[in-house]
């Protein structure tokens, strides 16, 4: 575990290496608090210029000001280059690095130019003037060059961040927008399911209250069957405000790319559209399927198990899956691929599983990237408190596979006509 250490708002190791830069000019003051020009004087200017470093990252433009103010009284004075003015190089390159506008650098350089032509002029030695001139010059300029590298550097890794931050953001919200308007699909899709089942439920009520006295069996069924809807629909309506009151996280973009990085966003294949507020059951698949032929798909379709009369709400589910799961296979795997759609039907649940070999033509415009289709899936199947596993097969290709438990009591009532 990582702990970020901090002193004011600093990184602790920040702050410790500039005591320590600051120190540094300290103790070259003070050991030339005798022998130096200036004597005491000059070591008080060296100590302002190691308190001015205390601040070069957070006011890098101030402290290369107040550093050359001080180089520059020292050149007025007539002391010359002194041990302690290596504060003006860290002085150069901090306002380098860490100011906002590469501007300051530039004028923070010429400065230190032109007080190292200054250095060289008072400094006695042999060799002609202009000779340190040069050497104070490369110095200068080197301390420069390191400044502006470690400046692009930085700001290049700032960069990235601020794009992956920005990334991540637009992703989960995109996620969240993507699982919103799935919830919206769903509660509309069941709203019709509840709306057939009142429906259902008044006629047969109508009905028992006119046979109640001529045939009081039919209207004792038709009682059971206003029951048993009435519970379908209550069950309905308890997985509809479930799904819709519980937060759901962003699923990981491992878990929503296709085969090719990329998946089709919740029903939004041309192919096997459907009107948006049409109820959809299983014997529409068959007409599903002929459209996908159509389009240029490879379908052939198995049914396994005796197939039990299942709540409508779980048929529209199970028709959505087949329905995505298609439309991806013919964006990705192409015009020709073969697919096999398998309905399992079990004593305890239905079992939907789409396999494409992947081999078929590539379309002409690929679907986009970063689409929503698995995620609106596991969203259909979450409802009924299903898995769903999809991912790459070994021998090419691509396999959806969906378990939908089946809810107790789901055998739906026969409509008696009143």
Do not use: C
Not at 83 to 106: E, M, N, T, W
Not at 274 to 284: G, Q, S, T, V
């Amino acid at each position: 575990m990582t702990v970020n250490r901090t002193i004011l708002g600093r990184p602790l190791r920040g702050v410790a290496f500039d005591v320590f830069v600051s120190g540094t000019v300290v103790l070259f003051g003070l050991a030339g608090v005798v022998a130096q020009p200036g004597g005491w004087k000059a070591t008080l200017v060296g100590v302002a210029m190691a308190v001015a470093l205390l601040f070069r990252r957070s006011h890098p433009t101030a402290v290369a000001a107040a550093v050359g103010a001080l180089g520059l009284v020292q050149v007025i004075a007539g002391w010359g280059p002194l041990p302690f003015d290596f504060a003006v190089l860290v002085a150069l390159y901090s306002v380098v690095k860490y100011a906002d506008r590469l501007r300051d650098g530039l004028l923070a350089g010429i400065g230190a130019l032109v007080g190292a032509a200054l250095a060289a002029i008072q400094t006695e030695g042999a060799g002609p003037w202009w000779g340190r001139a040069i050497y104070f010059g490369l110095v200068t300029a080197a301390t420069w060059l390191i400044g502006l590298n470690v400046r692009t550097r930085r700001l290049y890794v700032l960069s990235l961040e601020e794009r992956a931050a920005t990334l991540e953001r637009e992703r989960e919200a995109e996620a969240r927008a993507a699982v919103a308007g799935e919830r919206a699909r769903i509660a509309r899709e069941l709203h019709d399911v509840v709306a057939h089942s009142m429906a259902v439920m008044i006629v047969q009520a109508d009905g028992a209250r006119y046979m109640l006295d001529r045939d009081p069996e039919t209207a004792r069924q038709a009682v059971k069957v206003v029951a048993d809807t009435g519970r379908q629909a209550l069950e309905e309506m308890r997985r509809l405000v479930s799904v819709l009151r519980e937060p759901a996280p962003p699923e990981p973009a491992a878990a929503d790319d296709g085969p090719d990085g990329a998946t089709a966003g919740p029903g939004d294949g041309t192919v096997g559209g459907d009107p948006e507020h049409r109820r959809l059951a299983l014997a529409e698949l068959p007409a599903l399927l002929d459209r996908f032929r159509a389009a240029g798909l490879r379908v052939r379709h198995t049914v396994r198990g005796d197939a039990p009369p299942l709540p409508a709400g779980l048929e529209l589910t199970v028709y959505r899956l087949v329905q995505e799961a298609l439309t991806n296979a013919l964006k990705h795997a192409g015009v020709g691929a073969a697919v096999e759609l398998t309905l399992e039907h079990t004593a305890d649940a239905v079992v939907v599983r789409v396999v494409d070999d992947g081999r078929g033509r590539p379309v002409v415009a690929p679907a986009p990237s970063g689409g929503h289709g698995l995620l609106g899936m596991r969203e259909r199947v979450g409802v009924y408190d299903g898995t769903l596993t999809a991912g790459a097969r070994l021998a090419g290709g691509w396999q959806v596979e969906a378990r939908l438990p089946l809810p107790a009591g789901t055998a739906p009532a026969e409509v008696i006509a009143a």
